[in-house]
């Protein structure tokens, strides 16, 4: 076996060894592969040992590997933060986008998603760890946030992301992930299903919490020499 694949094994091994101790039903959590920094041919590598989903951060990036890949029944999941004039390729070629804040966005997605797909799948990020980062809605601001997208025609609300700030202390890593766990079971809104939380360190913590869906990249594809890539641009 090649690195990518044993280590998708691993990072497989490790959500269903989380999804039992958490007592959720296996098969629960999704997983996200986050390829960004790395070739189109290290996707296609863990394509071919079953994996489906995929994240991105940097537009450009993307699109570049999804014109690569595209005779592979990928879902391409936007994570990076997004500029308000880089929504059309956003609304047209991806399944999720993970990291809206701002209702100018949404409704931007809402307007340029094309009518022959699906509406967009949407997770509103929130601010858990204000002194880490600066992206992501203000807890206090979701609520009418969450409601007036919800709204939108073209787009299909389906839960919460967060990017806490790192911790190595599992019952800090438990605490954010549990604002944002609280933050969703606070909205009533039945198209709100999904948890978009957990990365390579703290997987198992997310898990934990309720995570519907973990991204992660260091554990996949080894480590990224661009280490910033995952707070802001
Ligand atoms: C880079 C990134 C990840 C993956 O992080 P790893 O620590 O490499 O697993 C997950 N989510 C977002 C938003 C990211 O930018």
């Known amino acids: 076996m090649n690195a990518i694949s044993e280590n998708l094994s691993i990072v497989r091994k490790r959500l269903h060894e989380a999804e039992l101790l958490a007592g959720r039903?296996?098969?629960?959590?999704g997983l996200i592969a986050v390829g960004k920094t790395w070739p189109a041919c290290a996707l296609e590598e863990a394509y071919h040992?079953?994996?489906?989903?995929f994240g991105e951060n940097y537009l450009q990036e993307a699109l570049a590997k999804q014109d690569a890949l595209k005779h592979l029944d990928i879902?391409?999941?936007?994570?990076?933060?997004?500029?308000?004039?880089?929504?059309?390729?956003?609304?047209?070629r991806f399944d999720w986008i993970h990291g809206v804040d701002r209702l100018k966005i949404a409704q931007r997605l809402s307007e340029q998603r094309p009518g022959?797909?699906?509406p967009i799948n949407?997770?509103?990020?929130?601010?858990?760890?204000?002194?880490?980062?600066?992206?992501?809605?203000?807890l206090e601001d979701l609520k009418?946030?969450?409601?007036?997208?919800?709204?939108l025609p073209r787009i299909k609300l389906r839960g919460l992301m967060a990017i806490p700030a790192p911790s190595d202390d599992f019952e800090q890593q438990r605490l954010a992930f549990r604002a944002l766990r609280e933050a969703?079971?606070?909205l009533s809104i039945p198209s709100m299903d999904t948890l978009s939380m957990g990365m390579s360190d703290d997987m198992e913590a997310a898990i934990l919490e309720g995570a519907t869906l973990v991204r992660?990249?260091?554990?996949?594809?080894?480590?990224?020499?661009?280490?910033?890539?995952?707070t802001e641009t």
Not at 25 to 29: F, I, N, T, Y
Not at 75 to 92: D, M
Not at 128 to 135: A, L, R, Y
Not at 144 to 151: D, G, I, K, R
């Open 75 to 92: 879902v391409w999941h936007f994570i990076g933060p997004i500029q308000s004039n880089k929504t059309r390729p956003l609304a047209e």
């Open 216 to 230: 992660v990249g260091t554990a996949i594809f080894g480590e990224r020499n661009q280490k910033s890539a995952v």
């Open 122 to 138: 949407l997770c509103i990020q929130v601010n858990v760890s204000h002194e880490f980062s600066k992206s992501g809605v203000a």
């Open 144 to 151: 009418p946030l969450a409601e007036t997208v919800s709204q």
């Open 116 to 118: 022959h797909l699906p």
């Open 49 to 53: 040992h079953g994996q489906r989903d």
């Open 184 to 186: 969703l079971e606070g």
């Open 25 to 29: 039903p296996v098969g629960s959590v």
